[in-house]
């Protein structure tokens, strides 16, 4: 990722690198992040969601 890595989300110049066949790991806060969240949808990226006990 772009930064200092404290980012925890693809940041905007990153937006062109995603594809549909990669999968994010990281957490996502897309009600803060509608570009992000229009992006993902664009470029059909399918998330998992991996919850620890």
């Not at 905007?12 to 990281?26: N, T």
């Amino acid at each position: 990722m772009v930064g200092d890595g404290s980012n925890k989300e693809p940041v905007e110049p990153e937006y062109a690198y995603l594809r549909r066949d990669h999968v994010l790991l990281c957490y996502l806060h897309l009600a803060a992040l509608p570009e992000l969240t229009r992006v993902l949808i664009e470029k059909k990226l399918t998330g998992y969601l991996c919850l620890r006990r």
